[in-house]
Every structure is written in C-alpha cells, then in structure tokens.
C-alpha cells in the first residue's frame, strides 16, 4: 500500500512538472506574439476556444463517458471555468504582455503561501514543518529569481504587477476548487467541461471572429495553436491527473518550477536577463520541491 501510494505521489509530481515545463515555453512564445502585436484578449480567447474544441474531439473520439455529469454540478463549473480558468488565463497574459515573463511567472508562484493560509485558517489542517520550510525557500527563491533591487521596481508596470498578483490569488482558487470536481469525476471531465466554460465566457465578452480579420501570417496562426496545444491543452491536462494524486499545496510548490523554466526560456530566446541571484533562486525552488516530495510524508514535526 505504501509503495503504491508513493508511485501515485511521485507520478503526480512528475506530471506536474512536466506541466511546468510546457507552461513556461508557452509563457515565452505567448511574449513573442505580444511583441508582434497580438492582444492578451485575443490570445486568451484563441487558446480556450481551440484547446475545448480540440480536447471535445479526443474525447469524443475516444472517450464518451467523460462527457457525462450530474446537472446539479453544472454550477460549480461555471464557477471554476469563469472565476478559476477564464480569469487566471487572461490575468496571466496581461501580466506577461505589461513585465517580464520571469517576474510575472513568478509572482504567480506565491499561490502555495495562499493556499497554505487557507488551508490553517478555514480548512483547520495541520502543516508539518516541511510545509513550512518548502513554501519559505519557494517565496524566497521566487524573490531572487525576480531579481527585486530599485531599479527593478521603478521599472516595474503596475497594472502588470497587478495582473500578477491577481494571477496568483485566481491559481490558489482554482487549485483548490478543482479538487472537489476530482473528488466525483475524472481530470478530463473536469478539465473539459471548465474549458468549455472559460472559452464561451471569453466568446461572449469578445468577438469570436476577432483574430481572423486581422491578417496574421502564418506563422503567426501556428504560433498561436502550439500555445493552445503546448501550454493550454496538454499542460492542464496534466496538471488535473497530477493533482489526483496530491494536496494542493504539494501541487503549487511542485508548480513553482516553472519561473525557472520560463526565465531560461525567455534568456535563451528573448534575451532578457538571467544572473547569479536568479540561478540561487531556482536552486531554492529546486530544494523545496523535492523537500516536498521526499519528506513532506514522513515529517512528524506538526506546527
């Protein structure tokens, strides 16, 4: 039972950061498209509406009965996709089209303080102190890997610092609330069924048709899809089979790598900048997660 429950725990773990991986290559080439001139609103529109129509077609094709729930939830998805998905989505963009992906990815990242919070004061849950410990080396790897001094911060754009900090308060929402819709269903049903609601809701508040008059290249139209396949589609898919498996602190911290992804990314591809404070960062980052991983468990030190 043991074994079997560690092989979960840790394959969970690895989905998740393979889902950080393709969330920070998608963070990169989302910057790229704002440089060329795209708006966060198109390309958040663009990224649900092809991501539920594709994942509608695997399904489909492969896997009917994910289609079926209960009506009497039909609420709680409407909450989840419009307040969770829909607003994380364009909330992130924003933030990534206003500063630097590092900064933005990063200040996402303080959502395992938030649902730590959560779960002491509402929740009445117990942290070991390897909670504790993981989420401080986290907070404070994210610090570095800014790369926070005065000059940074008179360069920072509020309304994308803004955006981010909301960013992070809408992912401590939506990783909590997911858990209860993998309590009945299955990660893909859920996962579809908040699609679906996240992209009509940005089909309603935006034209539909908005991208197609506008004459992008092709390139551009490819672009876009591989952001809807590499970092919507296949990454939150795995993000939903991994948090199966895991508490949602456990999730979030394990998340916190993708600022180390992104920032790489974005050094090799977009130049921006990378130094010694930030790689001591991602090495914080590195340690709490597998702090969380290897001992979180078997930690009897209860705070």
């Not at 858990?179 to 996240?198: D, E, I, M, R």
């Not at 078997?298 to 705070?303: F, G, N």
């Amino acid at each position: 039972m043991l074994v079997k429950q560690a092989f979960y725990r840790y394959k969970g773990i690895f989905l998740i950061l393979t889902a950080t991986f393709l969330w920070g290559i998608g963070g990169t080439l989302a910057k790229y498209l704002f440089i060329a001139g795209i708006e966060p609103t198109d390309l958040v529109q663009a990224r649900l509406s092809y991501s539920f129509l594709l994942l509608g077609l695997i399904l489909a094709c492969f896997n009917k009965n994910a289609f079926l729930i209960d009506l009497k939830d039909i609420g709680y998805f409407l909450v989840l996709g419009v307040f969770g998905l829909a607003i994380l989505q364009f909330t992130y963009f924003y933030a990534i089209n206003k500063i630097d992906v590092g900064i933005a990815v990063t200040i996402q990242y303080t959502a395992p303080s938030m649902i730590l919070v959560y779960q002491l004061l509402f929740l009445k849950k117990k942290a070991t102190f390897v909670t504790f410990l993981a989420i401080g080396l986290a907070l404070l790897g994210c610090y570095f890997v800014v790369g926070v001094n005065q000059s940074a911060i008179e360069r920072l754009n509020w309304e994308g610092l803004i955006a981010a900090i909301i960013s992070a308060i809408t992912f401590a929402f939506y990783t909590i609330y997911s858990k209860k819709g993998l309590a009945k269903y299955g990660a893909w049903t859920v996962f579809f069924y908040v699609l679906f609601v996240a992209s009509l809701f940005w089909n309603i508040i935006h034209p539909p048709l908005a991208l197609v008059g506008k004459g992008y290249s092709y390139n551009t139209w490819g672009l876009i899809f591989s952001i809807a396949l590499v970092s919507t589609l296949i990454p939150f898919g795995l993000f939903y089979v991994g948090l199966e498996s895991l508490e949602p602190v456990v999730a979030t911290v394990t998340s916190t790598m993708e600022p180390i992804f992104a920032i790489i990314i974005a050094f090799l591809v977009l130049g921006e900048k990378l130094d010694g404070l930030q790689i001591l960062g991602g090495l914080l980052i590195v340690i709490s997660v597998v702090a969380m991983a290897l001992f979180d468990k078997k930690e009897k030190i209860v705070i």
